[in-house]
């Protein structure tokens, strides 16, 4: 999980000894903290914090970061969660909201056991590893638009509806492999493979980023243009679509494009 991940690298980013966070619960004024590093108890674990309630509440409702020197003895902040935060030991501590399209998707907490206060350099790094999250969050939430709008034509549907399912399959093919969660980018490829309109031949093997190449060039993109779109350089792309091009025994990017689809390689 995303947020598991991004505790580890908050608390090796900023020293803090202890980490915790949780998502926004869809469609509620409140997130749950689901993920602990460093702690001592359990204390904090499934603590629904409301929008304005608390630290991390108020980082919910103001978009924005917001730390506290003494936890329990802040007027700041209101104290709901003294209590769980009190058992933790916990005294400074930092919350970082997670904001995607301009809404907050969770909250990254920091802390220490003492009262002291956490300078810029460690509210930076924090912000740091949100904005992290907040890009694997948007990937995702694109790749999960991109298997909604998915829908490919009959055998035989209009060419206007072929072309949307093909710019599809190679939106979903550039997007697979910046997919943390491996449950999620399994389901983008398998979405893929349900674009295609044929069984690939035995004959035929493309690698993954051959595949993901040419379903750019497939969707009209030049090598620039689909260097770009998968994060590789020009000369890489050059590379893999020539590679393409010899295993489909095809002389241009035509030819290989109309190999691969007659061969259920693509859509």
């Not at 399209?101 to 740091?128: F, S």
């Not at 009209?220 to 091009?245: C, Q």
Request: glycine fraction near 10%.
């Amino acid at each position: 999980m995303e947020m598991r991940g991004a505790l580890a690298r908050l608390r090796r980013a900023t020293g803090l000894p202890v980490a915790f966070g949780g998502l926004v619960e869809p469609g509620r004024r409140r997130m749950r903290i689901s993920e602990l590093n460093g702690v001592a108890t359990p204390a904090l674990r499934g603590l629904a914090v409301t929008s304005g309630n608390g630290l991390g509440g108020k980082a919910v409702a103001l978009a924005r970061p917001c730390a506290v020197t003494d936890y329990s003895l802040s007027r700041q902040i209101s104290h709901e969660y003294d209590t769980a935060v009190a058992a933790e030991g916990l005294r400074s501590v930092l919350a970082i909201p997670v904001v995607v399209r301009r809404r907050v998707r969770g909250v990254l907490y920091g802390a220490l056991r003492t009262a002291q206060p956490l300078g810029d350099r460690t509210l930076n790094a924090a912000v740091d590893v949100a904005r992290d999250v907040e890009q694997t969050l948007a990937v995702e939430d694109e790749a999960r638009d991109l298997l909604t709008a998915a829908r490919p034509e009959p055998r035989g549907g209009s060419a206007a509806g072929w072309e949307q399912v093909r710019e599809a399959h190679a939106a979903l093919r550039a997007l697979a492999p910046r997919i943390a969660d491996p449950r999620l980018r399994a389901e983008l490829l398998q979405a893929c493979g349900l674009l295609t309109r044929g069984t690939p031949l035995p004959a035929v093997a493309l690698a993954p980023r051959e595949l993901d190449v040419l379903a750019c060039v497939a969707a009209g993109a030049t090598n620039a243009m689909a260097a770009e779109r998968l994060g590789l350089r020009p000369e890489t792309v050059k590379g893999y679509l020539g590679s393409a091009m010899r295993k489909l025994g095809a002389h241009t990017r035509g030819e290989a494009v109309v190999a691969a689809r007659r061969t259920g390689l693509l859509p």
